[in-house]
């Protein structure tokens, strides 16, 4: 199964808004709510920030939200910081019991 | 808090037997499922699959011929052998834990497995 399609880049400058895209089908992301995003710093290993398309973990901040419609899901981040410049993944569940993820978005604070 | 420490042999020839080992501390062995996930070099990741406490495992289809999991609930720990690997298996090698639904809540800090001759 191919991988959820991700831009491979996404920018912003400090203090503005920022959307990522991830783009499945029916049989993983349109099919169930179980889509999750992660944030990766470089050699370091990712981090859960958003599960159930749009629950965020205890200590994530409230500028990170997540959305789906139909076979598509996005991660939104507001008031961008210098630290939200990382790389981001996202996953879903697939119909033969596995998870799928995204090929990756770099993000850049500008 | 939860930690992962994970460890292996970090250089395998073609045709060999990639071995990787997790402990658990911290948290609720019982409960959660046991996992790997890989990240090539282009920096993709892909899930190679889970197992509970109980030992029932779940399995990427891809890779579910050359994969075998176990788990020791009396050491807390999870393992993960992947056979007859080959240069496109050279990867960092991530265990995880996920409680369920479908999310990955603790993660260890990866091992880099290359595979070369």
């Known amino acids: 199964q191919s991988a959820l399609t991700q831009p491979p880049s996404a920018s912003g400058s400090p203090g503005q808004s920022v959307t990522i895209s991830c783009t499945g089908t029916s049989s993983d992301i349109g099919g169930y709510n179980f889509v999750s995003w992660y944030q990766q710093y470089p050699g370091k290993a990712p981090k859960l920030m958003i599960y159930e398309v749009d629950k965020r973990p205890s200590g994530v901040p409230d500028r990170f939200s997540g959305s789906k419609s139909g076979n598509t899901a996005s991660l939104t981040v507001s008031g961008l910081q210098a630290e939200d410049e990382a790389e981001y993944y996202c996953?879903?569940?697939?119909?033969?019991?596995?998870?799928?993820f995204g090929g990756g978005t770099k993000l850049t604070v500008l | 808090q939860v930690q992962l420490q994970q460890w292996g042999a970090g250089l395998l020839k073609p045709s060999g037997t990639l071995s990787l080992t997790c402990s658990v501390y911290?948290?609720?062995?019982?409960?959660?499922?046991w996992g790997w996930i890989r990240q090539s070099p282009g920096k993709r990741l892909e899930w190679i699959g889970d197992i509970s406490h109980s030992g029932s495992a779940n399995c990427n289809p891809s890779l579910k011929s050359r994969v075998t999991m176990s788990v020791d609930t009396s050491k807390k720990q999870f393992s993960l052998k992947l056979r007859s690997v080959t240069a496109a298996d050279t990867a960092v090698y991530y265990c995880?834990?996920?409680?369920?639904?479908?999310?990955?809540?603790?993660w260890g800090r990866g091992s880099l497995v290359t595979v070369s001759s």
């Open positions: 996953s879903s569940c697939t119909g033969s019991n596995s998870y799928i």
């Open positions: 911290g948290g609720s062995f019982s409960g959660n499922f």
């Open positions: 995880a834990r996920s409680p369920g639904y479908w999310k990955i809540d603790y």
